[in-house]
């Protein structure tokens, strides 16, 4: 959601700022733009809507600079237009602003004090621009102190990076940020802004974090950085550990089907990071003792990471037997339940920037409750704000719909729940020999990703036309068929339902009619009998009835057959033909697989 670069001190500025921009091109976007500055006047301003190819295409041999920055717009305030895309400029061309947020008080802004200013666009990242200029020109303010001055006037419930360019000191970036991403990247003789690692990962492995509330100064030697009050502050660099190769597409003809195809390694990886040569998963111990003096797990997750909460919860409440309740954090964070005496939080997001899963994290740091955020990338947000952190060691995830971190997830958490349980002495922790079952799952997911001819069938026979189709299941297969859906409905825009099956009689079944595809995931015994009861009473009301099955509990005529796992393992297999149907029938229907309509890879409004 919104992509932000910058760059300053080198003469490959601009192919600098679109490298990056592509790199940041998974995080959805509607419009894109460049600034570049080459420190002797000229300065060049293009911005395009559609692709990153668009921008690309009205670039042409003459503009070049030394500084820059660039932008990948996700549209909150007004349409995808050249107009509404960043950077922003101020009335007298001196100022250029990128930001991803949202201002709050944008309007309340404007109309104090920008009441006799023309704007060009229907963005809040205008008025931002606007009133900086206002406040040098007219207050004879330096840059510094009017963006200070803009920074504290912005209400505390907006979120912004922001990246701010001045024609007059064309080789410093002011840069400040509150709950959106952003990282200095530190080169050889020059620096750069980027709004995760990924983006500046070709040019250095060099990063220093930026918090909350702070104001940044990036020139090409040297980074400064202060606090709202004008009080320098000190900070280190670190490294990151990230190839910048393993973010290409490769022979794929899309992420997501790369991504799906990867997860078996992705087990593998886990298993050996996790276990090493060892037979006990390796945790940190203060980790353990953290967990150990709660009495209430709860899980925060949105999206697909909630739908990991939810087999996550039946895990540890099985190996641990410690109550874990799993919460929406765009509820959690407006609605607290009424909390146990000694709450522990796992955070669940691939990103680790999700803005709705941060707002819960601030208020749990406030109330000094201890925390874990299991993360893909190291150093983000949730990771470096929460009190522990554990990596799914997934690789880069890139398509916006997400397969591989939802496997991933669930798989430390059961690598967590088996040591944890085994910490506090719960039996059922050391019966559960969860590396032995880690290999069979990617064996099993294996041979599930060598059967996609079956899949591609079933899609184009079933899922090509319809306008609805549903999943359902009984306890965790319940839970995989939430997350089923929403992998169908987010890329093959299919209006698509997971389902309690016993539930559809109480309701829901009176929108079966003939050729309604559902789906029935089977593979628990308790249940078994129950789902394929349900699923006839829909067939009987016209529906085409597609069954994803363990083997042990498979019948002739079942569409697609798992093999056997541990039970409470059984979403690592039974998501994966959901994600192959999801992607042919997005595939089928002509659609951008990768960069579905309105959506974004890393979701950092509220
Ligand atoms: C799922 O395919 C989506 N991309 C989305 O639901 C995603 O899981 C959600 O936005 C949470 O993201 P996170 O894991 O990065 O926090």
Partial sequence: MCGIVGVTGTDRSLSILIEGLKRLEYRGYDSAGVYVNDLHGHDY??????????????????????????????????????????PHYSSDNRFYLVHNGVIENYAQLKKEYLGEVTFRSQTDTEVIVQLVDKFVVENNMTTEAAFL???????????????LMDREQPDTL??????????????????????????MIKETKKFMEIGDHELVIVKPDHVDIKDFTGNDKTRNPFEVDIDANSADKGAYPYYMLKEIDEQPAVMRKLVQQYFGDSDQPQINEELLKSMAESDHIYIIGAG????????????????????????????????????????????????????????????????????LTITNVDKSTL?????????????????????????????VEAILAKAFGEFIGNPEAKKFDVK???????????????????????????????RNAFYIGRGIDWTVSLEAALKLKEISYVQAEGFASGELKHGTIALIENNTPVIGIIT????????????????????????????????????IVLPDVDQMLSPLLSVVPAQLLAYYTSLGKGLDVDKPRNLAKSVTVQ
């Fill in 524 to 559: 628990q015994d308790r249940t078994a009998g129950l789902t394929r009861s349900n699923l006839d009473e829909t067939e009987a009301r016209g529906a085409n009835i597609i069954t994803i099955v363990s083997r042990h509990l498979a019948q002739e005529d079942d569409t």
């Fill in 149 to 163: 001055k803009v920074l504290r006037l912005i209400s505390n419930d907006s979120s912004y990076a922001f990246v």
């Fill in 304 to 371: 697909t990471s909630y739908h990991a909460g939810l087999v996550g919860s039946r895990i540890f409440e099985r190996l641990c037997g410690v109550p874990t309740s799993v919460h929406i954090s765009s509820e959690f964070a407006y609605e607290q339940p009424l909390l146990s005496k000694k709450p522990f939080f796992i955070f669940l997001s691939q990103s680790g920037e999700t803005a709705d899963s941060r707002q819960v994290l601030v208020t749990i740091n406030e109330n000094k409750w201890p925390s």
């Fill in 436 to 466: 032995h079952q880690l290999g069979l799952v990617a064996n099993g997911m294996q041979a599930i990703t060598d059967s996609k001819k079956t899949l591609e069938e079933v899609a184009a026979r079933f899922l090509s036309k319809p």
């Fill in 45 to 86: 301003l293009i911005k395009r809507p559609g692709r990153i190819a668009n921008l690309e295409a009205a670039l042409t041999d003459d503009i070049n600079g030394l500084a820059g920055i660039g932008h990948t717009r996700w549209a909150t305030h007004g349409g995808p237009s050249e107009a509404n895309a960043h």
């Fill in 383 to 411: 990771s470096r704000e929460a009190t522990f952190t554990e990596l799914l060691y997934a690789g880069p995830e890139i398509a916006v719909a997400s397969t591989k971190a939802y496997t991933a997830q669930i798989a």
């Fill in 174 to 199: 002011f840069v400040a940020k509150n709950k959106s991403p952003l990282l200095v990247g530190l080169g050889d003789g020059y620096n750069m802004v980027g709004s995760d690692a990924m983006s």
